[in-house]
Nanobody, 112 residues
Framework: QVQLVESGGGLVQAGGSLRLSCAASGSVFVMGWYRQAPGKQRDLVATITSRSRTNYADSVKGRFTISRDNAKNTVYLQMNSLKSEDTAVYYC?????????WGKGTLVTVSS
């Protein structure tokens, strides 16, 4: 069982930046971020493997950067040039041996 603890959400003005962090209780192969806006489904934001192979949703390419520290089992999401449509609850996700784990989520609110 892997536990995920997110931090770093909050309120920011459009055009601003935030950095999310997620610490896992053990090593995992893939870590990533998903988000869910009110009334919408949960969507992929970005993922990164333990070998630093990354994948981004088209909507965040060029603005968000995912990275990880394998020694700390921690994944980061640097979010720049934030837009009001980025407002959502951001969930950390980890995958190991075919099992998926989720954090409790952290709210990001972008004011226009």
């Amino acid at each position: 069982q892997v536990q995920l603890v997110e931090s770093g959400g909050g309120l920011v003005q459009a055009g601003g930046s935030l950095r999310l962090s997620c610490a896992a209780s053990g090593s995992v192969f893939v870590m990533g971020w998903y988000r869910q806006a009110p009334g919408k489904q949960r969507d992929l934001v970005a993922t990164i493997t333990s070998r630093s192979r990354t994948n981004y949703a088209d909507s965040v390419k060029g603005r968000f950067t995912i990275s990880r520290d394998n020694a700390k089992n921690t994944v980061y999401l640097q979010m720049n040039s934030l837009k009001s449509e980025d407002t959502a609850v951001y969930y950390c996700n980890a995958a190991q041996a075919g099992v998926y784990y989720w954090g409790k989520g952290t709210l990001v609110t972008v004011s226009s």
